[in-house]
């Protein structure tokens, strides 16, 4: 597993990124575009006037826009990296403005949801790869990029059948160039195993520390001072952007739910056997998900430090 | 607060501490007793022979017995570091070999069930003190000890009323030797705060972990692959020691099943949220458990490291 990215390209892949949403995921696409040298000019959209000043003192882009059908105009790569809800009424705003045999992509979380209101304002001759990268930090905003964000994590491709296969490799090789492995997917199948490895665990993640601050017989105070027992480790995906959640809740509720539903049949039983005294049941169930977390350790999807590594002294 | 550990004491608390259980806890104690000079004299007990063997390797006793009862004979501090469910075994066993004016103190992370197991065991004239430091990692063992692991943590003292206040001030003090804060509670209200912080969250850990294992329709291997999307975050806590763990959720019955019916009620709540698309009302949870997070670090019990400070490069 390399532990740094490669050699920048020596000719960039594409001439003019447009990413639309400069947040933690568009800020470090254009840190590692622009240090992978993969495209030759990169421009920025965001329609919020501070994070558009933010990007120009950072030194993001080349171009700062706030329209972004003006900024898409002669761009080979536009990639929306807006939240799941917002990203229809951006091709919608864009489409006039793509020049024939322009790519579209986005990093949405959810895929089935984005496919069916981008790719109907798409016109003939654009070209619709949609692409989520599997990471991510509890921080939002263009400030909280870093070029190495996706180094080593999955980025997942989902293009509907009959796709340009010229269009699709070059979004490949861009994932690629940013130190990603890239993996093809069914929309409806990524929206189904997302909603058990990302969705469902944000999900209860945030509504633990939501009961948890609800309680009257213990404080806030309390929940917050003893927190290293486990708490603690659910408030950092619970701190995640709100935004962004409440759109992958509403964009793949179908998933969502039925993961959801499997889970809380699963937490019955478990529920069952602590009132019933099974403790055969609990050892049993907790001696399999150790396994587990080796398999993340040793495919690279987490470092193998104690305590995640926090600092001990 | 503190980076550090204090300066080692002139003079030790205790003459002779045995601490029965040499696992993740009873070797941090050991290590950190040892660097603080808390105690003249440092006694292991454990009943299983390839511990004993490693305990003398690592040189973290002064003794090594495999029967407590034995072991116990002249101690002024005996600490259980076993699960809690062995507590009361433990108690009866070393009973008769206490010295008049021992104190008895454990580590458990339930406090109204070993309180009852473990006090009708104890003579008269013994000080029974329970303790339980609000710290850990995912491993266990000998090896998994350190000396800092209680550092600027929260160690809870549960005395019943009228426990030997000179005892209870010596159990305190041997705590903040080892850098921890103590705080006092009740019993009762140890073990609701604590199903809250502690015991829920690793129940709901466990069981995504086991339900995303189970899944027809998604594999184990996807389900590896893509954990960067917050899954792994779970995991973590799940690789904790089952026994250790089955112990405390038969122990600590009545207050975790009802914080899981809290937690379920309100996750019921999100769900109906999704499906009946009330955007507003997951926006509204998602920004409150962003300030849980901020208190937790503002409060010391978690480090501010983006992503936990996992390697970037």
Request: proline letters at 6%; glycine letters at 8%; hydrophobic letters at 45%.
């Amino acid at each position: 597993m390399p532990e740094r990215l490669g050699s920048p390209r020596e000719t960039p892949l594409f001439r003019r990124l447009v990413l639309v949403g400069i947040g933690l995921i568009g800020s470090s696409i254009a840190l590692a575009a622009r240090r992978q040298n993969l495209a030759e000019r990169i421009v920025a959209v965001d329609k919020d006037e501070g994070v558009r000043a933010r990007v120009a003192e950072l030194g993001l882009a080349d171009e700062i826009h706030a329209d972004p059908a003006q900024a898409v105009a002669g761009a080979d790569l536009v990639i929306l990296c807006v939240p799941v809800g917002a990203c229809g009424a951006v091709a919608k705003a864009i489409a006039p403005a793509l020049a024939p045999g322009a790519i579209v992509s986005d990093v949405g979380s959810v895929k089935g949801a984005v496919m069916a209101s981008v790719e109907p304002h798409l016109p003939e001759g654009v070209h619709f790869v949609p692409a989520h990268p599997v990471a991510g930090t509890e921080n939002s905003g263009p400030d909280a990029g870093f070029p190495t964000l996706f180094l080593n994590r999955w980025s997942i491709l989902t293009p509907a059948y009959g796709t340009d296969s010229d269009a699709v490799e070059r979004v490949r090789a861009f994932w690629q160039g940013m130190g990603a492995n890239v993996e093809f997917m069914s929309a409806p199948h990524h929206d189904l195993v997302l909603a058990i490895t990302s969705h469902v665990p944000h999900l209860i993640a945030y509504n633990i520390v939501g009961t948890a601050a609800d309680l009257e017989r213990v404080t806030e105070k309390e929940v917050i001072k003893f927190s290293a027992g486990g708490f603690r480790d659910f408030t950092r995906i619970a701190a995640s952007d709100p935004t962004m959640w409440r759109d992958v809740f509403l964009n793949n509720k179908e998933a969502v739910l039925e993961m959801l539903s499997r889970f809380n049949e699963d937490l019955a039983a478990l529920a069952r056997a602590i009132r019933w005294d099974d403790g055969e049941a609990l050892h049993k169930l907790f001696t399999r998900t150790r396994a587990i977390r080796r398999g993340i350790i040793s495919e690279g999807q987490d470092a193998p430090l104690v305590d995640f590594g926090r600092p001990r002294e």
